[in-house]
């Protein structure tokens, strides 16, 4: 019975080492949002760094944690103090140009239009807070302006799908992810449905335009006018079903959940058809082609990372784990160390010494490997937020898991060896 028990202890350290070289420690995450806030100068990149800052930060006031909105009005927590200096930061700078009426809060990349409002949500809670009482800054007209701009000026298709670009009607998956979470959030805070409707209607279009039946429910990247991408970006397709999942998450957490069941429904559906058609594709490294269909297309680590962040928080949100052990399996690699590398200290097989991810699209040029993506640390900061919540919440869907460590959290399969050992 000793030896048994002396073995089977031995096999739970082996497990708890190995757990832990598959989990970013706490000051790797740190890390990770060092670089992020370094290379966030993007609207799309500000934007996806606040979204990410909350969920990791202050998830209270993250519509994908189960707590109701809107969130507790008055001084914001110091924990989203980041989250309000970005929305200051580009209030600010809209205030100094002078320019009146319907306008986007950032400029629009050389057209694209869809880009700006990814940074609504926290001009949205600058205001909630009370942040404009302090530094005098209009939030509210702000976010009024940018929801005007995208609503009206911008073209739209003749449905009524809002184009991702100023010049032309097209439509980008991207778009998904920074337009209609900012109309849902702005529809549950003002009390107006018809904003949550659009936000809903705006996915529906999108999904109707970019999915392609003909590969299993993934989405194609970009349709419409010229320069298009018939392609499965997997970046894209991971887009397109975190942002479904933020608009899912406003929705069920909100007043108007009951209201609003069928397009709940219909969200978790569209959500499942992408991890449906994008997860056999998965490589046997964790990791997904930057095409995802595409055997010659280069190795991304953005796409793994947003992808697997968005299977926990559908099984959060809506009980589906069938991607669970893809999701599990993506996050082990992107945190394993290096081959070969010291125990005492690793290094990392998909970071920098300075904790880049790598490898990764141009974000930038999305046909081409970068070297730095801050898309792809905001990914890995809401990936591990995801894990978190995921493991917080007893692991819904996972198997014979027993939690062994702290920070985001550890977890490894040990009741069959304890069992077959021990006799319990």
């Not at 980008?172 to 107006?192: C, E, H, I, Q, R």
Request: net charge negative.
């Amino acid at each position: 019975m000793k030896s048994r028990l002396l073995l089977a202890g031995g096999i739970l350290l082996a497990a708890a080492s190995t757990a832990r070289a598959q989990t970013l420690t706490d000051d790797q995450l740190e890390g990770v949002k060092a670089r992020l806030a370094e290379g966030a100068t993007h609207s799309w990149e500000i934007g996806t760094r606040a979204e990410a800052l909350i969920e990791a930060d202050t998830p209270t006031y993250s519509v994908l944690n189960n707590t109701s909105l809107p969130p507790p009005q008055g001084q914001a927590p110091s924990s989203l103090d980041q989250v309000i200096s970005i929305a200051r930061s580009v209030v600010s700078a809209r205030a100094k140009s002078n320019i009146q009426g319907p306008q986007p809060l950032i400029d629009a990349n050389g057209g694209a239009a869809g880009d700006p409002p990814s940074i609504g949500v926290a001009v949205l809670l600058a205001n909630w807070t009370g942040a404009g009482a302090g530094d005098g800054h209009d939030y509210a007209g702000a976010a009024a302006d940018q929801l005007q701009f995208i609503l009206e000026t911008v073209p739209k298709t003749s449905d009524g799908a809002i184009s991702h670009r100023t010049e032309q009607v097209q439509l980008w998956s991207d778009f998904v992810y920074m337009v209609p979470p900012f109309l849902a959030y702005y529809g549950v805070l003002t009390k107006n449905e018809t904003l949550i409707q659009e936000a809903y209607d705006q996915c529906r279009l999108y999904r109707q335009y970019l999915v392609d039946d003909d590969a299993g429910g993934m989405w194609k990247h970009i349709v419409l006018g010229q320069n298009t991408d018939d392609g499965h970006w997997s970046t894209g397709n991971g887009w397109a079903a975190a942002g479904m999942l933020r608009v899912l998450g406003t929705i069920q957490h909100s007043d108007y959940s009951k209201h609003f069941k069928k397009q709940a429904k219909d969200l978790t559906n569209w959500v499942s058809e992408i991890h449906d058609g994008i997860y056999p594709h998965l490589r046997t490294n964790g990791l997904f082609g930057n095409y995802a269909d595409d055997s010659a297309s280069f190795d991304d680590a953005s796409s793994a990372a947003i992808l697997a962040s968005s299977v926990y928080r559908l099984a959060l949100l809506s009980g589906i784990h069938t991607h669970l052990p893809d999701a599990e399996r993506s996050r082990k690699a992107l945190s394993a160390p290096a081959s070969g590398s010291a125990s005492s200290s690793p290094t990392l097989a998909h970071f920098t010494s300075d904790m880049w991810l790598t490898p990764v699209v141009n974000p930038n040029s999305f046909g081409q490997e970068g070297s730095k993506s801050p898309e792809g640390q905001a990914f890995v900061v809401e990936m591990y937020a995801a894990y978190r919540d995921w493991a917080a919440a007893g692991s819904p869907g996972a198997n014979a898991a027993v939690r062994i460590g702290a920070g985001a959290g550890m977890w490894v399969a040990l009741g069959v060896s304890l069992t077959l050992l021990c006799g319990w």
